[in-house]
């Protein structure tokens, strides 16, 4: 893991706790469906949610590259664990930036004690990678909007205590300038909620939203009305960074345990440490893994030095997440027939990273940002 000195203490108390209180629990975590609530508030009294949020939320006002040390360590201890300060981070992030005062006043401090968990709700039936077709409705009625409609494939969906939602306040014709943001509580009557059997991050709950004429109050808009998708969905660069470190946190668990594992079983009269044939593929992980790191760390390096890092951010969400799998994938055939067990994490984290390929936006999707880029930077 890297640590630059001036983040040597956080970064140790976040993988100390990870190795202590995660590790040991992160294959029966995953058949839990819900946080434990004093996990949560624990990691947060460590300043482990939102590290980088203002201190006038409670955060500690660090860097963007804090927050992604901190989510990297969370991760090596339970992938899905990490869930909460990744979505801690950026939703902290787009209440502290775009909501009213009043309202950034009453859950941003909740989320950084750990006291609150709370969803994004972009992708609908018919809406996903083409994000700025999202069609639920909010209409304005004098100091309220009304939200009608449904989201799907939510993370968190049946245990947040709340969500950012994007809703179309302007007609489908204007694309992603009629999208708007609004917080709405999780408790907001006409507000149900579901959670899908997934094939990883079970603990998550990953599902449907749905709204029957859901009031919100004009104060829960978050940033300006139709700039949903130019002021709040900035935010997912820096989550795409989040989610490279998520990945670059579990392949490395298993990368260390797989180092150890070598070092104790032998065939043909030696430890398969011996055998390079062993070891190569292992090592190749190390690489792939540090080099997604670096770029990971790197785009938050830019964007706390305010540079430009869509396309960073892009090659991040689109490299970590997919050696991560691969990595892990090696780790689990490395330990022979033990990896095919249940027994072992690895294929828990295969499958957990997994989720990310797709989560936030896949691979494609990805290279079509940074193909976009690529061709303005280069315009003849
Ligand atoms: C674990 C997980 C967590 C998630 N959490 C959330 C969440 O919290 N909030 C939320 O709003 N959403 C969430 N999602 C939804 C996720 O963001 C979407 O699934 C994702 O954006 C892809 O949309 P889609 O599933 O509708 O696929 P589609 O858009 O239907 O795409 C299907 C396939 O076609 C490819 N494709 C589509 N268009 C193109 C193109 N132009 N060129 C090349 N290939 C293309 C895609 O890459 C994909 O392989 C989550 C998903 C997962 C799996």
């Not at 104060?219 to 998708?229: C, P, Q």
Request: net charge negative; charged share 25%; with cysteine.
């Amino acid at each position: 893991m890297y640590v630059a000195d001036e983040y040597e203490a956080l970064a140790e108390t976040a993988l100390r706790f990870a190795k202590d209180k995660l590790l040991p629990r992160y294959q029966q975590r995953e058949a839990e469906t819900r946080y434990d609530p004093a996990l949560m508030r624990e990691m947060g009294a460590l300043g482990l949610i939102g590290p980088e949020l203002p201190e006038e939320f409670g955060g500690l006002g660090l860097t963007n590259v804090a927050s992604g040390i901190v989510t990297e360590a969370i991760a090596y201890g339970d992938f899905n664990v990490a869930y909460v300060q990744s979505s801690g981070s950026l939703l902290g992030q787009v209440l502290a930036r775009s909501a009213e005062k009043a309202l950034a006043q009453e859950w941003v401090p909740k989320i950084i004690r750990g006291e609150a968990l709370i969803g994004v709700g972009l992708t609908e039936p018919s809406a996903g990678s083409d994000a700025a077709k999202v069609r639920l409705k909010a209409v304005r009625k004098g100091d309220r909007y009304v939200l009608s409609g449904e989201k799907t494939s939510i993370s968190s969906a049946d245990q947040a205590d709340g969500f950012v939602i994007f809703a179309r306040t302007g007609t489908v014709e204007d694309g992603a300038r009629g999208v708007t943001a609004f917080f709405v509580p999780g408790d907001a009557k006409g507000l149900s909620r579901t959670r899908f059997d997934d094939l990883g991050s079970k603990i998550v709950g990953r599902g449907s939203l749905f709204f029957d004429e859901v009031e919100v109050p004009v104060e829960h808009r978050v940033g300006g009305e139709g700039k949903g998708f130019y002021e709040v969905m900035s935010g997912f660069d820096f989550n795409r960074a989040i989610i490279g470190l998520m990945c670059c946190g579990a392949a490395q668990a298993s990368i260390d345990e797989t180092w150890r594992y070598v070092q104790e079983r032998e065939t043909f009269g030696v430890k398969l440490a011996q055998h390079q044939g062993v070891t190569f593929p292992v090592a190749e992980g190390e690489a792939l893994i540090a080099a997604s790191r670096q770029l990971c760390l790197h785009t938050l390096w830019l964007r706390d030095a305010g540079k430009p890092h869509t396309s960073e951010a892009a090659m991040a969400k689109w490299l970590a997440p997919k050696s991560a799998f691969d990595v892990i994938r090696q780790c689990l055939l490395t330990h022979g027939h033990y990896g095919w067990s249940m027994d072992l994490p690895h294929q828990q984290r295969m499958r957990d990273v997994m989720g990310l390929e797709i989560g936030d936006g896949t691979a494609q999707i990805m290279k079509l940002v940074i193909a976009r880029e690529s061709l303005r930077r280069t315009r003849p």
